[in-house]
C-alpha cells in the first residue's frame, strides 16, 4: 500500500453505486492521500479499511466474508467488515453515510483490539477515531444508533 490510510470498497447489487459515491466523499473529506497515522501507531504504518456490503445470497456464496489481517512485521493492516445489505440499501442517504462512516470506525476498533491481544504492536484507535470523524464534521454520538457492520 501506498497510502497510509486507504479507504475502498467490495459491494454487490444496488450497492456498489451508492456506496462507491460515499467513499469518495469520505476519502476527499480526510485527504486520504495524505492521511499521516503516524501520530495514532508507531507500529501500524499503513491501515487499510473495506466496506464489504453484498446481498446475503452473494455473502453466502462466499462474497465480502470479514477479514482481519494484521501484519506486524510489515507493519500492515487490512480490514474488511461487512455491512448489511438490505439495511444500507433501505436506508435514507444520510444514514447510508453514516453506516459507511461507522463500518470504518469498527474496522478501527478492531485493529486496536488486536493489536492489544497480541501485544506485539499499539494503536491509538480512539484518537484516529477522533480525527476521522472530526475531520468528516461528524459527532461520535451520531453514530450511536447505526448499525455498520453484520453482527452474524
Not at 19 to 37: A, H, M, P, V
Not at 89 to 105: E, S
Not at 113 to 138: N, V, Y
Request: with cysteine; proline share 3%.
Amino acid at each position: 500500500m501506498s497510502r497510509a490510510f486507504f479507504i475502498s470498497s467490495e459491494a454487490g447489487g444496488r450497492a456498489g453505486n451508492a456506496l462507491s459515491g460515499i467513499l469518495r466523499d469520505i476519502c476527499t473529506k480526510i485527504d486520504e492521500n495524505n492521511y499521516d497515522i503516524s501520530r495514532f501507531s508507531a507500529d501500524i504504518k499503513s491501515v487499510c479499511v473495506v466496506v464489504c456490503c453484498f446481498p446475503d445470497d452473494l455473502r453466502a456464496a462466499g462474497f465480502g466474508k470479514p477479514r482481519k489481517l494484521i501484519k506486524y512485521k510489515e507493519g500492515t493492516a487490512d480490514i474488511r467488515l461487512p455491512m448489511p445489505y438490505v439495511d444500507f440499501i433501505n436506508a435514507v442517504d444520510d444514514t447510508k453515510y453514516l453506516m459507511a462512516v461507522r463500518n470504518i470506525t469498527d474496522s478501527l476498533k478492531v485493529i486496536c483490539e488486536r493489536c492489544k491481544k497480541s501485544r506485539r504492536a499499539s494503536f491509538d484507535c480512539d484518537g484516529m477515531t477522533d480525527d476521522f470523524l472530526a475531520r468528516l464534521g461528524i459527532p461520535k454520538e451520531q453514530l450511536e444508533n447505526i448499525v455498520g457492520v453484520c453482527t452474524d
